[in-house]
Nanobody, 121 residues
Framework: QVQLVESGGGLVQAGGSLRLSCIASGSIFRINTMGWYSQTPGKQRELVARITSGGSTAYADSVKGRFTISIDNAKKTVYLQMNSLKPEDTAVYYC???????????????WGQGTQVTVSS
C-alpha cells in the first residue's frame, strides 16, 4: 500500500515563505514523477509544479520565480519551497506521485491527503 504524507502547510502573511514536504512510503519499485497541485473550493485541482526523478521541472506560470520544487529520490520525498506568497496562493495543496510498484508494471497515480496553505493580506 502506497501512502503520500504531506506536511508544512499553515498560515503565513503575504510575502512570507513556506516549505511543503511529501514523503512516499510503501512497496515502491520506482517513482517517475512527483508534483504538487492546488485546489480551492469549487475549482478543479491545478498543477503547481512537478519534477521527474531525473530533475526535470515544470511550473504553473503563476508561481514561476517564486516557488521551487525539488526531489530527494533516496528519501522518496518531494519539496515545494514557496516564497513571496500571495493571498491568491491560498489553497489546499496535494502531493501527487506517478509510481511503478514493480519492475515493468504500469505507472499508477497516487495522491496525498492535502495540506492547507493560507496566505493573509
Amino acid at each position: 500500500q502506497v501512502q503520500l504524507v504531506e506536511s508544512g502547510g499553515g498560515l503565513v502573511q503575504a510575502g512570507g515563505s513556506l516549505r511543503l514536504s511529501c514523503i512516499a512510503s510503501g512497496s515502491i519499485f520506482r517513482i517517475n514523477t512527483m508534483g504538487w497541485y492546488s485546489q480551492t473550493p469549487g475549482k478543479q485541482r491545478e498543477l503547481v509544479a512537478r519534477i521527474t526523478s531525473g530533475g526535470s521541472t515544470a511550473y504553473a506560470d503563476s508561481v514561476k520565480g517564486r516557488f521551487t520544487i525539488s526531489i530527494d529520490n533516496a528519501k522518496k520525498t518531494v519539496y515545494l519551497q514557496m516564497n513571496s506568497l500571495k493571498p491568491e496562493d491560498t489553497a489546499v495543496y496535494y502531493c501527487n506521485a506517478a509510481i511503478e510498484l514493480f519492475r515493468y508494471s504500469v505507472t499508477q497515480n497516487y495522491w496525498g491527503q492535502g495540506t492547507q496553505v493560507t496566505v493573509s493580506s
